[in-house]
């Protein structure tokens, strides 16, 4: 039950078949078998058991709210929930509880969805890995699957692999069968770097068609609410749940259309598909490269047109989005000063020194690095250099994803990531600020553009880890994109971690080749 689909759960909970309540307790339990994974921060049983109760009596009413009425989900630490704590994985808002819900997750209660908690993250999301927060970092679901545990002779404790980051939480909880969706954030690749390292789908909408209002901000300009779910079809049901105008956020925009399930049979013969030649980066793992040709040529032999296609500015994008996100920052982490909520220090000599101090003990290396480069490229001497000159840039990034949609490409075909998940060990080893860098070559130029994107699973890679690629489309053509990712999805069968043995910290034989666990990389 707990591997179903939204559609699926939801027609068996109308249907009787299980109750919103035992279903609740099912994903209660199973969050308490997988604590070893530290997907959440706060598990909120007893206000989740009311609201499946709540759900139960309206279903034997035959009254349900909507498609999500008592379907858990769970919820990115930095959204903020009315009377639950909202920590963005720091100390600086260790004990903060807000005294009202972010528009998205008023929307899915709204609906009659479950809350089953609060995810763990990337302190105030920043990093790749979501192993940089006050409460310890996420672990992969598939660090304790079979395929993963025959590669390796390492017990999971000493050699488990990365989430992802900053939604690592998010993704953790949708791919080991804790709730069936969950609420990331992504500002440069947060929700769609982590769902294709724990094989999960992640739509990254475009920039204004979901409400922010609610969400503690990083980059003003780049952040978006992100969805986490196990199918395309999925993520369509709740994009049209959360998308539309809020007049609390100015940035919003009208939806183009209601958007509920997704089409059975796409056409993809009347498709262009791009491959953005940029895109062939250095440390492009050849698995990775050859999962890129695998499905492109899928498009084509289906009677899709690929063609090669040129984003000259990508080359840029990295430094460009360092400046402007830290930049953002700093500005957005100014507001945390000690006065009027979240961590204060004790040093009371001077106004100064508490100010100084409380942001010293509330932040950790990560924010404190990003806080300071950012001052320093608003500095009044510096701010034309620097932050002008990469808003300049940035309209340049844009411009060449106009142009290529314009030529008559409907969407681009890319990478998500570098590679699969990496192991804890290594990736520690590494500079936060580097490895970031690194992973958001693929993603952070869409969230400059304000364009939708998707990473879907297509395989499983040597290691039995995951492989997603990613979808990027044009302005407001969200329903397109999710459309041919579920066209992928037919096709390439990526198996749920549902189908291993995965509560078992010591892995077990399935009976499967270590190749047919590959899916035929």
């Known amino acids: 039950m707990l591997g179903l689909t939204i559609k699926e759960v939801s027609?068996?909970?109308?249907?009787?078949?299980?109750?919103?309540t035992e279903l609740c307790r099912r994903c209660l339990n199973h969050i308490k078998k997988t604590q070893y994974l530290n997907a959440y921060i706060t598990v909120t049983e007893e206000l989740a058991l009311k609201q499946a109760q709540e759900a139960e009596s309206r279903l034997l009413k035959g009254a349900p709210k909507g498609p999500l009425d008592g379907i858990p989900f769970a919820v990115k630490d930095n959204f903020c929930t009315e009377n639950i704590k909202t920590t963005c994985a720091s100390r600086m808002l260790?004990?903060?509880?807000?005294?009202?819900?972010?528009?998205?997750?008023?929307?899915?209660?709204?609906?009659?969805?479950?809350?089953?908690?609060?995810?763990?993250?990337?302190?105030?999301?920043?990093?790749?890995?979501?192993?940089?927060?006050?409460?310890?970092?996420?672990?992969?679901?598939?660090?304790?699957?079979?395929?993963?545990?025959?590669?390796?002779?390492?017990?999971?404790?000493?050699?488990?692999?990365?989430?992802?980051?900053?939604?690592?939480?998010?993704?953790?909880?949708?791919?080991?069968?804790?709730?069936?969706?969950?609420?990331?954030?992504?500002?440069g690749g947060s929700t769609r770097n982590p769902a294709a390292l724990c094989g999960v789908v992640a739509l990254k909408p475009?920039?204004?068609?979901?409400?922010?209002?609610?969400?503690?901000?990083?980059v003003n300009s780049m952040d978006v609410p992100g969805i986490l779910t196990r199918s395309a079809n999925d993520a369509a049901i709740v994009l049209g749940i959360l998308q539309g105008l809020d007049i609390r956020d100015s940035t919003t925009i009208c939806?183009?259309?209601?958007?509920?399930?997704?089409?059975?049979?796409?056409?993809?013969?009347?498709?262009?598909?791009?491959?953005?030649?940029?895109?062939?980066?250095?440390?492009?793992?050849?698995?990775?490269?050859?999962?890129?040709?695998?499905?492109?040529?899928?498009?084509?032999?289906?009677?899709?047109?690929?063609?090669?296609?040129?984003?000259?500015?990508?080359q840029h994008s990295i430094v460009c989005y360092h400046v402007l996100c830290h930049a953002e920052v700093a500005s957005n982490m100014a507001?945390?000063?000690?006065?009027?909520?979240?961590?204060?220090?004790?040093?009371?000599?001077?106004?100064?020194?508490?100010?100084?101090?409380?942001?010293?003990?509330?932040?950790?290396?990560?924010?404190?690095?990003?806080?300071?480069?950012?001052?320093?490229?608003?500095?009044?001497?510096?701010?034309?250099?620097?932050?002008?000159?990469?808003?300049?840039v940035r309209r340049m990034i844009a411009d060449d994803f106009r142009r290529v949609f314009s030529s008559g490409?409907?969407?681009?075909?890319?990478?998500?990531?570098?590679?699969?998940?990496?192991?804890?060990?290594?990736?520690?080893?590494?500079?936060?600020?580097?490895?970031?860098a690194q992973e958001d070559?693929?993603?952070?130029p869409v969230n400059m553009a304000g364009l939708p994107a998707v990473s879907v699973p297509t395989a499983l890679s040597s290691r039995g880890l995951p492989i997603g690629l990613q979808l990027i489309g044009p302005t407001l053509q969200d329903r397109k994109l999710l459309a041919v990712a579920?066209?992928?999805?037919?096709?390439?069968?990526?198996?749920?971690?549902?189908?291993?043995?995965?509560?078992?910290?010591?892995?077990?034989?399935?009976?499967?080749?270590?190749?047919e666990q590959s899916s035929a990389v």
């Open 441 to 444: 070559i693929f993603t952070q």
């Open 206 to 218: 475009t920039y204004g068609l979901v409400s922010r209002y609610g969400l503690i901000p990083l």
């Open 255 to 314: 939806s183009p259309s209601a958007l509920t399930e997704l089409p059975e049979d796409f056409d993809i013969k009347n498709i262009c598909v791009g491959i953005p030649k940029e895109y062939h980066a250095p440390g492009l793992s050849q698995e990775m490269l050859a999962q890129w040709s695998r499905i492109a040529d899928m498009f084509e032999t289906a009677g899709a047109r690929v063609e090669q296609v040129s984003l000259p500015h990508t």
């Open 335 to 392: 507001r945390f000063d000690g006065l009027e909520y979240g961590h204060r220090s004790k040093v009371d000599s001077s106004t100064e020194a508490m100010y100084a101090t409380t942001r010293h003990e509330g932040f950790n290396d990560v924010v404190r690095g990003r806080i300071l480069s950012g001052n320093y490229f608003l500095l009044k001497q510096n701010y034309e250099h620097y932050f002008v000159k990469a808003q300049q």
């Open 409 to 436: 490409v409907d969407m681009l075909l890319t990478p998500t990531t570098l590679s699969d998940a990496a192991r804890y060990s290594e990736f520690t080893q590494e500079d936060n600020r580097t490895r970031s």
């Open 11 to 20: 027609l068996a909970l109308r249907e009787g078949r299980i109750s919103p």
């Open 486 to 515: 579920r066209w992928i999805e037919q096709r390439v069968g990526f198996p749920c971690i549902g189908h291993y043995e995965n509560s078992s910290k010591k892995g077990s034989d399935t009976g499967m080749t270590k190749r």
């Open 94 to 187: 260790k004990e903060y509880t807000p005294p009202y819900s972010a528009t998205v997750v008023q929307k899915l209660l709204d609906q009659g969805a479950v809350l089953m908690g609060k995810t763990n993250m990337d302190e105030f999301a920043m990093g790749s890995g979501s192993t940089d927060g006050a409460f310890g970092p996420v672990r992969n679901p598939w660090s304790y699957a079979a395929p993963y545990r025959e590669q390796t002779e390492e017990e999971p404790d000493s050699d488990w692999v990365i989430t992802g980051g900053s939604s690592g939480g998010s993704a953790a909880a949708v791919a080991s069968l804790t709730s069936y969706l969950a609420l990331g954030s992504d500002t």
